[in-house]
């Protein structure tokens, strides 16, 4: 998948020096809900594990061909959002150096488009914390609408009733 700018393709065990140098950021991961990466090492097994499914990509710059991103679905996540049967959950994230240049915008409409084109899949939810509103502006520009529903998380990381805005996109 990709465009002019980008392209999702999946997780690659040489993109875990790029990872860590974007994930280790203190601001990239917690408006996200992770906590920061810790070593190489770490981003190294999350590519191994967490990215190495069907469902999730790495955003790749066409210009340097380095991943500074993620975009995925999959079954709800552990934020407990509630979800239809059926109804994946969507997430995506950019290093900070990339944030307010439509990257993220840009990724998901790939990712519906794709959804779209290859599965069944009827409707997709996901979620923001109601103190990173650029996540939900990335969803309101790709169709998703709130769904007035939030949601609270106690296990992700930043502790625990973490309130988050639920939306939804019927495909």
Known sequence: METSRIMLRRWQDSDATALYKYAAD???G???????HQS????????RTIFND????AIVLKE???AIGAMGYGPSCECKLP?????PTVGYWVAKPYWNKGICTEALALLIDHIRKTTDIKSLVSGHFIDNPASGRVME???FVPTGETAE?????????????VLRLEL
């Open 83 to 87: 979800s239809r049967p059926n109804e």
């Open 40 to 47: 190489e090492a770490e981003s190294l097994e999350i590519i």
């Open 64 to 66: 340097t061909g380095e």
């Open 54 to 57: 069907a469902t999730t990509w």
């Open 30 to 36: 917690p408006r996200a809900g992770w906590p920061p």
């Open 141 to 143: 520009k790709c169709g």
């Open 153 to 165: 998380d106690d296990s992700l990381y930043m502790g625990a009733g973490r309130p988050m805005r």
């Open 26 to 28: 203190p601001e990239v």
